[in-house]
């Protein structure tokens, strides 16, 4: 099928001219591409041996397309922005969140990874109300993501908008390309941190936030 060569993946191009910032976005990024990417499925459909024109498998393809504009709509999202409307609270004690649910795709695989994290920071006085964090963690989750890549961006970007003493994250995730294939290891959860500013200097500072996530 000419149509589907060259693939050409639209992000090398902005990695070229330095285009994607630190959080991983690019303003420049095209739209998600419905149609390539039902092309794309009805294109694995044969390759598996099955029959695009089957009933149930007939409307897949657009499933599929819809549901990835969804699950990457983090793309064309800055997790920065949705924590610039900040407030000065002249706070300085642990603000903690935990168990914040997400839900993000493994760029391996394309299968998904989902979990809690934990947001830990210590406030120079500027504080943020808790539903932003969660939505700044789902900005970074829908991409395709690596867990250790979206511990690090989440504590990274709290640190560079509220500007804060510091800040530990902690995610907590079943993989699915774990559980399902592969070794096969069912309920075995990966746990990443990241600890910036005070946390990482500070190792009563870090003691103290992880003991509150045991309790
Ligand atoms: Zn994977």
């Known amino acids: 099928m000419d149509s ?3 693939m050409v993946a639209p992000h090398e191009a902005h990695e070229a001219n330095g285009a994607i910032s630190a959080s991983g976005l690019s303003a420049e990024r095209q739209p998600i591409d419905h149609e390539r990417i039902k092309r794309a499925v009805q294109e694995i ?4 041996g099955e029959d695009p024109t089957r009933q149930g498998l007939l409307d897949t393809p657009r499933r599929v397309a819809d549901m990835y504009a969804e699950v990457f709509a983090g793309l064309r999202q800055d997790a920065a922005e949705v924590l610039q409307v900040g407030f000065d609270e002249g706070y300085q004690e642990l603000v903690l969140v935990k168990d914040i649910p ?6 391996h695989h394309f299968l998904p990874f989902h979990g809690v994290a934990h947001i830990g920071y210590i406030p120079n006085g500027r504080v943020v109300g808790l539903s932003k964090l969660a939505r700044a963690l789902e900005t970074l989750a829908r991409r395709p993501q690596l867990q250790e890549r979206l511990t690090g961006q989440l504590a990274d970007t709290i640190m560079r908008t509220l500007e804060p003493q510091g800040v530990a994250v902690v995610v907590r995730a079943d993989h699915l390309c774990l559980s399902m294939r592969g070794v096969r290891k069912p309920g075995s959860l990966t746990v990443t941190s990241a600890m910036r500013g005070v946390f990482q200097r500070n190792a009563a500072t870090r003691a103290e936030f992880l003991s509150l996530l045991d309790e």
């Open 4 to 6: 589907l060569n060259p």
């Open 45 to 48: 459909i044969l390759a598996i």
């Open 102 to 107: 997400f839900y993000s795709m493994c760029e």
